[in-house]
C-alpha cells in the first residue's frame, strides 16, 4: 500500500498516509502500475464535482467548467506545466538544444498559454455536448485514458543529458508493470463504456505511439514535460473520439 499511496502522493496533492520509510527509485517506479487507479481516483472527485453542479443547479456548462477546476486543483496542474512547456519548446522553431533549454524555463510564453487555454476550452466543449449522453463518464474517465497512455510515452530514451523529474521514470524500464498499467487502463474503460470504449481506447494507444515518436524525431527522447502534454492530449484525443461517435451513433 505505500507504493500506492507515494504514487498518489507524486502524481496528486491529495493528502497521503505518511511513513517514515522513503522507497528506493527502483521500487518507487514500479508505481506506474497504478497509475490508471490514480487516474480513476481524480476522475471520481471532478465527477462528483460535475454531478453537483447538474443535479442541484441543473447547469451543465458550470459542471464542465468545475470538473476542469477540480482536476487543475487536485493535480496541481501537475501536467499542464509539461504541456505549456512542451508547446513553448516545440512551436519555437530552433534545433533540439535550444528547444530543451525553452522547456525548462519555468515562464510561460505565448504557445504554452494557447496551449493551456485551448486545452481546458476543449475539454469544457467534450463535456458540454456530452452533458446529455456519455457526459458523466467522460469526467470520470478521461484522467484513466491519460494515465493509460503514459506508460507508452514512457517507453523511450531520456532527451536531456542532466536529469530531472522525467529522468525518475525515463532511465528506469519496467516493462510488465507498464503492461499492466496499459492492461488496467483497457479493463477500467471497457468495464464502464462496454463496447464503446473500442473506438476511444485505440485512438488514445494510437495517438501515445504517435505523440512518442514525434517527441523522438523532435528532441531524441521524451522529459517530464512532453510526458505531461502526452497525458493531457491523450485525455483529448479520447473525448474527441467519444464526442464523435456519441454523434455518429
Known sequence: MQLFWSTVGF?????????QKILPQEEFVKGIIFYPLVGLLVGLIDYVVYCVMIFFF??????????????TLVTGA????????????????????KILEIMKDSRVGTNGA?????????KVAFFVTMA???GYLAVLLAPVAGKMATPILMKSSYARQTTGLGSLYLTEKYTKYMIGCICIGILLLAG???????????????????FREYCQQKIGG??????????????IVFLLSMTIQGGIV
Open 58 to 71: 441543473h447547469m451543465p456548462f458550470l459542471g464542465a467548467v468545475f470538473a476542469v477546476v477540480s482536476e
Open 78 to 97: 501537475f501536467h499542464l506545466d509539461g504541456l505549456a512547456d512542451t508547446c513553448d519548446g516545440f512551436f519555437s522553431a530552433r534545433k533540439k538544444e
Open 132 to 134: 446529455e449522453g456519455n
Open 11 to 19: 502524481l496528486t496533492r491529495l493528502p497521503v498516509p505518511s511513513s
Open 114 to 122: 494557447l496551449a493551456l487555454c485551448f486545452d481546458m476550452l476543449l
Open 192 to 210: 464502464f463504456l462496454q463496447l464503446e470504449s473500442i473506438v476511444p481506447i485505440l485512438c488514445t494507444l494510437l495517438f501515445s505511439f504517435l
Open 222 to 235: 521524451m522529459t517530464g514535460d512532453t510526458l505531461g502534454a502526452g497525458y493531457e492530449v491523450a485525455q
